[in-house]
């Protein structure tokens, strides 16, 4: 059983910074590319920022340069480390697979952005 648990959200104002962590369980971690999605109210769910076993990563424009994807392999941990935060960064963030598989969907860690 695949579980993947997102933690380290909460309310910072416009500029701030949180860092979020994903631990997951299963061997899916050690195969697979790892992302950071979210969905904000009313919105669609996006890929914001993946992650290769081997450290390669890719971001959504929204986020390039602010954001900062990484994994401990041996902690079986994914991070986001989200800096210049803007409200409009406002959403519930998940991590997943990608491409995402739908029984893999945590709770997700709400990150709310205002002053």
């Known amino acids: 059983q695949v579980q993947l648990v997102e933690s380290g959200g909460g309310l910072v104002q416009p500029g701030g910074s949180l860092r979020l962590s994903c631990v997951a369980s299963?061997?899916?971690?050690?195969?697979?590319?790892m992302g950071w999605y979210r969905q904000a109210p009313g919105k669609q769910r996006e890929l914001v920022a993946a992650?290769?076993?081997?450290?390669?990563?890719n971001y959504a424009d929204s986020v390039k340069g602010r954001f900062t994807i990484s994994r401990d392999n041996a902690k079986n941990t994914v991070y986001l480390q989200m800096n210049s935060l803007k409200p409009q960064d406002t959403a519930v963030y998940y991590c997943?697979?990608?491409?995402?598989?739908?029984?893999?969907w945590g709770q997700g860690t709400q990150v709310t952005v205002s002053s």
């Open positions: 997943n697979k990608v491409p995402a598989y739908s029984d893999y």
């Open positions: 992650i290769t076993f081997d450290g390669n990563t």
């Open positions: 299963g061997r899916i971690f050690a195969i697979n590319v």
